[in-house]
Nanobody, 125 residues
Framework: QVQLVESGGGLVRAGGSLRLSCAAS????????MGWYRQAPGKERELVAR???????EYADFVRGRFTISRGSAENTVSLEMNSLKPEDTAVYYC???????????????????WGRGTRVTVSS
């Protein structure tokens, strides 16, 4: 199992900044791909940004140029630097980790996505 803990959410004014952090704790999994999603009240969860295990960093159109995602130096960590925040950025932000582990001597692997409980971001006008 993998446990993800997010931090950094809070209440900020429009135009302000926040840095979200996520750490995935696991004894047997390796998490090579990590990202951030968000869910606003009454809306479905949507991708904010992600760093796939074997691909380029991806950003949603509504955050490109304002948010920056990066992997931390510590294993299984990811951060989201959010600048020029807007009221429409108000949402619960969730950390996602794509993780795997070897399950037999042939090297077969299982892969799973794990989610954090979320951290709330509120941007006031």
């Amino acid at each position: 199992q993998v446990q993800l803990v997010e931090s950094g959410g809070g209440l900020v004014r429009a135009g302000g900044s926040l840095r979200l952090s996520c750490a995935a704790s696991t004894q047997s999994f390796t998490c090579n791909g990590m990202g951030w999603y968000r869910q606003a009240p009454g809306k479905e969860r949507e991708l904010v940004a992600r760093i796939p295990a074997g691909g380029s960093t991806e950003y949603a159109d509504f955050v490109r140029g304002r948010f920056t995602i990066s992997r931390g130096s510590a294993e299984n960590t990811v951060s989201l630097e959010m600048n020029s925040l807007k009221p429409e950025d108000t949402a619960v932000y969730y950390c996602d980790a794509h993780c795997w582990k070897v399950v037999n001597v042939e090297g077969a692997r299982i892969e799973r996505h794990f989610w954090g409980r979320g951290t709330r971001v509120t941007v006031s006008s």
